[in-house]
C-alpha cells in the first residue's frame, strides 16, 4: 500500500504532495550508501589513524567532502539504521534498543523509508549487507521499499548468522572470512544490472563488527593486527565500486557516501576501533559513541578536497536525497533531518545547528552549535580494555575547544548554557507524543564472538597487558 509523502526539513516545512514517476530523468543521481558497522572515528587514514591503510576512502575524501562533526542518530545498530532510512530520531519510532534473532518485531509498516520514496521516483532500490530490522516477513527489506536484498538479517555474531535473498534463506553456511568480498561481488553485480536507471543501493556491512574476519588476501597483511586486515579490505571493498563506476561511465552522476552506524566497540580491545581524539565509544552519548566518520563524493557537482566542520547527522540523508532525487518527504509527521544540499553544494548552512543525544529511550544530551550538554548519568562501567567512567552531574562543554570532552565549563559560560538549555527543552517538548517502545524479546541470541573476546585478553596477559583501572580516568 502506498504512503502518503510530502516534505518537511528541520522541524515542521511543508511542501506540496508530489506525483510518483513511472520514468526516471536523466539528471537523477544514483545513489551508493555504503554503512560500516562499529567503525570508530580514528580507523581511517583520512581521519588520523596510523596504523590502517585506507587508500581508497582517503581518495573518496579527496574528491569529496570529509565531514568532522557528523553524527549516527544512535549509538547502537537497529536505532541508528532505522534513524537512516527515515530521517527520524528512533525514540519517535519506538526503536530503542536492537532487534535480535528471537524478536518479533521490526521496523513499523506506518515509518516512511527513503527506500521506498526513492522506489516511487523510478529508482532500483537494493540493499546488500547488514538489515537488523527485524526478521519477520513484514519487517524484511522486500516489504520496506527495497527491490532486492543479499545479506545477513542481523549482526554477525548472533544466532541468525545466514545468508538470505529476498524473503528467502540462500544458505545457513556464512564463512566470516568471506562476507566482505561476498557483499563486494554483489554490489558489483547490482550496479552492472541496473547501469541504464537511476539506482539507491544500500551496503550496510557486517564488519567490523565482531567478530572481526578478512578474506586470505587481506589476513596478516596490515600493521594493525586482524581489525587492521579487516579496515583495509572495506576499503578495497570500496575501491572495487569505485573501479566499476569508472568502468561504466557512472562515476559523475553517483553520490557515494561511506559511514558508520555508531562509534566503535572499545570493550573489545583489540576486536574493536578507536575514537581518538573522542572520548569513549559504542553504547555511549559521549562524542565517541555517535560522532562517525562520514565522506560524501558526487564528482562535477560537489567541489572535492572539503573538510567541514559544521554540524550535521545521519538523519539529515532521508530529506537529502529524497530531494536530489526530485521527489518529496512527509509532512504528516515530525522529520528531524534536515536537507544538506546547501552545504553540499557550498550556498547555506543546515537548517539548524542542533543534536539530541538519545540513547536507550533516555535522553542524554544536546549539542547546539559548538556547545554541548551532557546530562546527569549513573556510573559507566567498563571491563579489560575500558575503565570506569564515574557518575557525573550535568556538564557543558565546548566542542570545538575540547573535542575530548575533558573540561566542564558550566560554570565559566552561564549565558551559553541557559541558550543551550533552552533549545535543549524546546527539543524534548517534541518528544511528548513518542509511541511506547517497540517490544523486545529478553532472550539474547547465542553470540559467536566469545572465543576472540577470550583470545584477546589471554593474549594481553601474556604480554604483560594489566586490566584498566576499577576506579576511572575522569
Not at 521496523?107 to 522506489?119: D, G, T, Y
Not at 547488514?130 to 554477525?156: A, C, R, T, V
Not at 570493550?267 to 552519548?285: M, S
Not at 559544521?310 to 536537507?339: E, Y
Request: glycine residues 10%; proline residues 6%.
Amino acid at each position: 500500500m502506498k504512503k502518503s509523502i510530502a516534505l518537511t526539513t528541520g522541524v515542521l516545512t511543508a511542501v506540496g504532495l508530489g506525483s510518483c514517476t513511472e520514468k526516471s530523468d536523466d539528471s537523477q543521481p544514483n545513489i551508493i550508501f555504503i554503512y560500516a558497522d562499529d567503525l570508530g572515528y580514528g580507523d581511517l587514514g583520512c581521519y588520523g589513524s596510523p596504523v590502517n591503510r585506507t587508500p581508497n576512502l582517503d581518495r573518496l575524501a579527496k574528491d569529496g567532502i570529509r565531514f568532522t562533526d557528523f553524527y549516527s542518530a544512535a549509538a547502537n545498530s537497529s536505532p541508528s539504521r532505522a534513524a537512516l532510512l527515515t530521517g527520524r530520531y528512533p525514540i519517535r519510532m519506538g526503536i530503542n534498543d536492537v532487534f535480535h534473532p528471537p524478536s518479533f518485531t521490526g521496523i513499523p509498516a506506518s515509518e516512511i523509508k527513503m527506500s521506498e520514496v526513492l522506489r516511487d521516483q523510478g529508482y532500483r532500490t537494493g540493499i546488500i549487507g547488514k538489515w537488523h530490522l527485524g526478521h519477520m516477513h513484514q519487517f524484511l527489506p522486500l516489504q520496506n521499499g527495497f527491490d532486492e536484498y543479499f545479506g545477513i538479517p542481523y549482526s554477525n555474531d548472533m544466532a541468525s548468522c545466514f545468508y538470505l535473498r529476498g524473503n528467502e534463506v540462500e544458505s545457513f553456511s556464512v564463512n566470516q572470512d568471506s562476507i566482505t568480498y561476498n557483499y563486494t561481488q554483489e554490489a558489483l553485480r547490482f550496479i552492472e544490472n541496473h547501469k541504464d536507471r537511476p539506482f539507491f543501493l544500500y551496503i550496510p556491512h557486517n564488519m567490523p563488527h565482531v567478530p572481526i574476519a578478512a578474506s586470505a588476501n587481506f589476513r596478516g597483511k596490515s600493521a594493525n593486527g586482524l581489525y587492521g586486515d579487516t579496515i583495509e579490505e572495506l576499503d578495497w571493498s570500496v575501491g572495487e565500486i569505485l573501479k566499476k563506476l569508472d568502468e561504466l561511465g557512472l562515476d559523475k552522476n553517483t553520490i557515494v557516501v561511506f559511514s558508520s552506524d555508531n562509534g566503535p566497540w572499545l570493550t573489545e580491545g583489540p576486536n574493536g576501533g578507536v575514537a581518538v581524539p573522542l572520548f569513549q565509544g559504542k553504547n555511549t552519548c559521549w562524542e565517541g559513541g555517535q560522532r562517525v566518520p562520514t565522506i560524501i563524493r558526487w564528482k562535477d557537482k560537489i567541489r572535492g578536497g572539503q573538510v567541514i566542520n559544521d554540524l550535521a547527522a545521519m538523519i539529515d540523508w532521508f530529506p537529502t536525497f529524497v530531494k536530489l532525487a526530485g521527489g518529496t518527504v512527509p509532512t504528516d509527521r515530525i522529520i528531524d533531518g534536515c536537507d544538506l544540499a546547501p552545504v553540499l553544494f557550498g550556498d547555506g548552512k543546515r537548517e539548524n545547528n542542533d543534536f539530541a543525544y538519545i540513547h536507550f529511550r533516555r535522553f542524554q544530551g544536546f549539542r547546539s552549535g559548538d556547545w554541548k550538554i551532557k546530562l546527569p548519568a549513573a556510573m559507566q562501567r567498563g571491563n579489560f580494555w575500558v575503565e570506569d567512567v564515574p557518575a557525573h552531574d550535568t556538564l557543558f562543554f565546548n566542542l570545538r575547544n575540547d573535542i575530548s570532552e575533558t573540561i566542564n565549563i558550566k560554570d565559566e559560560y552561564p549565558n551559553e548554557y541557559q541558550a543551550t538549555l533552552a533549545r535543549m527543552n524546546a527539543f524534548m517538548g517534541t518528544l511528548e507524543d513518542c509511541p511506547p517502545p517497540i517490544v523486545l524479546t529478553e532472550n539474547r541470541a547465542t553470540m559467536l564472538n566469545s572465543r576472540q573476546r577470550t583470545e584477546a585478553i589471554n593474549e594481553a596477559r601474556e604480554k604483560g597487558i594489566l586490566p584498566k583501572s576499577e576506579t576511572g580516568i575522569r
